[in-house]
């Protein structure tokens, strides 16, 4: 009778040393087919990645693998949502925003103070150094165009077919040329207009 009550339950995979060698070596690479050689491979160079695939796809490798991201999550707080909106602060920032006032000799940056955190998290840096009319202070942002660059393969906004990396970049110029057109944006000055 096949009773499910007499049922024999089923033997769980254990982690064996090059297991966890393997999967440790994964987690810092995130190449299957060098954490699979780390491991040990006797095999034909050709199959290395097939084996490498088939390996990881196991579920007990699969489960430990996971657990160890989340874990690795949790401890860096790091995650996708997070990581989402920090590149959405440099990507949607206006150089605009950290100015009080300019004109022809010049301009006033707004102080810390003033600033938002969305604000500051896009800053990458300010400089200070001597100008014609006193001390001039310049704030570099990240790149808006590497950001959104991100965002939009993130969001499979555009198609990336190989050999279309300057479509893409020319995309991201045609965005950014839509959002100043818009006022959604402020145009960035020329150096010797700063």
């Known amino acids: 009778m096949n009773n499910p009550k007499f049922r024999r339950p089923k033997a769980t995979p254990f982690l064996t040393q090059t297991d966890i060698l393997r999967c440790t070596k994964y987690l810092a690479t ?5 954490a699979y050689k780390a491991g040990g491979f006797n095999g034909k160079k050709t199959s290395l990645g097939e084996v490498a695939k ?6 007990h490798i699969k489960a430990y ?13 790091v995650s996708i949502e997070r990581t989402l909106m920090e590149l959405g602060k440099i990507a949607y920032s206006n150089e605009g925003d950290y100015w009080e006032s300019w004109d022809v000799t010049g301009g006033k940056i707004k102080s810390k103070d003033e600033l938002t955190k969305d604000q500051l998290a896009a800053i990458s840096g300010v400089s200070f150094e001597p ?6 202070a310049r704030i570099h942002l990240h790149s808006k165009n590497e950001a959104l660059k991100i965002l939009m393969d993130h969001f499979h906004l555009v198609k ?3 050999g279309k990396e ?3 970049m020319e995309k991201a110029r045609s965005i950014k040329r839509y959002l100043i057109e818009i006022g959604e944006m402020k145009p960035k000055l020329p150096k010797d207009e700063e």
């Open 65 to 77: 693998v996971d657990k160890q991201l989340v874990d690795q999550s949790d401890r860096t707080n």
């Open 131 to 136: 100008g014609m009319f006193g001390i001039k």
């Open 54 to 59: 088939q390996y990881f796809n196991r579920a």
């Open 30 to 34: 995130h190449n299957k087919s060098a």
């Open 166 to 168: 300057e479509d893409n």
């Open 160 to 162: 990336n077919p190989k």
